[in-house]
């Protein structure tokens, strides 16, 4: 059996969606669903069951073999704008940490998300080195708890036998219910489809033009296929999960208004001051160590552009955005 944490977010059903199309179908699902609709993620999908966090946590805490080969632990409030301490501290610092514990101890297959945002303003690079990881100052309490994981387990010896996978922003099918957290891919999806136009922030730099801000923007299958190269390989340490090439917004949602046959119309808006003091410019993940581990980067990751449209005009557009199974 295979166990996928927050298996209804966005990354971990496509993550189970791949797991299928390999043949993998016992699948335990965790994660807890509220209000949200993101149970629609799992529609078509196979698994064997759905446990909450609560029931999960517990479990494992109290000892039972839950015949697990891998866990891939995807949950984590993933809000960069989150601001409760203890619940944070306790969901993507604490439960991780427990959960690799668990799995240590019974030789189960680890791999875990941890975030580009540990990297903070930049300033130190986006190596994935594990030396470098105690100099990063995150901009963000996300990112914090994030790091303080990817930490503790360098500093147990945990990582030699772990996998903490540093996801850019990832874009795609299934993201819908993320509201603020949502892709700018995705929303400026909506703006266009309402309003015909889409706005971006201002830059905070005299010597950057607007929206020519950088981020390394990643389709979700390509990071799934990433993340499941590590199922496959026994490899242990922290990987970015990127295509190694920034790309200005400008870019971004210039290929979005192509997708969609539309004229470019972008408005540029400051910045809320909230938001740039906890700002990245620029991101851009340094791929080697995964090339060096084996992945064929250059031949399995998509151009931006492709993997725009192919979200646009084969899920945005005909309103399949949650129905991974069409492709």
Known sequence: MIIVTGGAGFIGSALVWRLNKEGHTDVLIVDDFGESSKWRNLLGLKFRDVWSIDMFRRAFLEGKDLGAEAIFHLGAN??????????????????TKELAEYALGRGIRFIYASSAATYGDGSLGFDDDHGLSFRLRPLNLYGYSKLLFDNWAIETGAIDSIVGLKYFNVFGPNEYHKNEMKSVVNKAFEDIQNDGKMRLFKSNKPDMLDGDQKRDFVYVKDAVDMTMFFLDNNLGGLFNVGTGKARTFNDLVMNVFKSMDRETAIEYFDMPRNLSKQYQ???????????????SHAQCVNELEESVREYVQAYLLPEKYLDFLAS
């Open 78 to 95: 993933s809000s960069t704008l989150a601001s409760n301490g203890d619940q944070i501290m306790d969901l993507n610092f604490r439960y």
């Open 281 to 295: 410019d620029f991101t851009e993940a340094n791929v080697t160590k995964i090339c060096k581990a084996g992945y």
